[in-house]
């Protein structure tokens, strides 16, 4: 059975502070790595797809890096609008999502 | 493009009811799938519908069912509802089945009281 473990579970960060995000998976025939940003009471954004380990993908302030275990998620200099929550999935053999618990994230100005 | 769009975005039922959800995927896409977003359980995988056969399922009862039109827009019911049952019902569509990016809805908010 796939496993998603993201943590921490809250982070709280200065506006500027970088930090990471982790997701710890465990999957059988991994077809891919997703990262997607929720805002309260949306739907998940799409942020990234890894596909393999050593694959780094880069958009504005983010950073998804992937190795055979974990994800990171770098966010450098923050801004109060990248508040929300990260959710991290993995894909298997089938089109099924197994998706970790998420890490709200707040920044403060 | 227009995004994958879910009706209706709100809906409240009594327990024992029974209740449709819609879902029309983005043009082009012609898999879909479902998801139940609750506090306690996070997100959980339902169904994928592709080219109107279901393909995969998660771990729900049989209450939970799902189908698919030639269109590809997607239906969801959910029968003898249950308060257990309330929550954010998201759909997500893809071009194809693995591995491809899914992208999803705004979602429905099913209250059951």
């Known amino acids: 059975e796939d496993q998603v473990t993201q943590s921490p579970e809250a982070l709280r960060l200065q506006e500027g502070e970088s930090s990471s995000l982790n997701c710890s998976y465990t999957?059988?025939?991994?077809?891919?790595l997703f990262w997607y940003r929720q805002d309260p009471g949306k739907g998940p954004e799409f942020l990234f797809t890894?596909?393999?380990a050593g694959e780094e993908k880069e958009k504005e302030r983010l950073k998804a890096t992937l190795t055979k275990k974990e994800s990171f998620l770098h966010i450098t200099a923050p801004k109060p609008e990248d508040s929300a929550t990260y959710l991290c999935?993995?894909?298997?053999?089938?089109?099924?999502?197994?998706f970790g618990g998420g890490t709200r994230l707040m920044v403060k100005p | 493009k227009a995004g994958v769009t879910q009706t209706p975005r709100y809906l409240i039922k009594t327990r024992g009811q029974q209740v449709t959800l819609s879902c029309s995927p983005i043009?082009?896409?012609?898999?879909v799938s479902w998801y139940q977003q609750t506090p306690g359980q996070g997100l959980q995988f339902l169904f994928e519908y592709f080219s109107e056969t279901q393909r995969n399922k998660g771990n729900f009862p049989g209450r939970f069912s799902g189908r698919q039109f030639s269109n590809s827009r997607s239906e969801m019911n959910v029968s003898t509802l249950e308060l257990g049952d309330s929550a954010l019902y998201l759909c997500?569509?893809?071009?194809?089945?693995?591995?491809?990016?899914?992208?999803f809805g705004p979602g429905t908010r099913l209250t059951v009281l």
């Open positions: 997500a569509s893809s071009l194809s089945r693995a591995p491809d990016t899914q992208y």
């Open positions: 890894l596909y393999s």
């Open positions: 999935a993995v894909q298997d053999a089938g089109n099924m999502l197994t």
């Open positions: 999957v059988s025939g991994l077809r891919g």
């Open positions: 043009s082009g896409h012609r898999s």
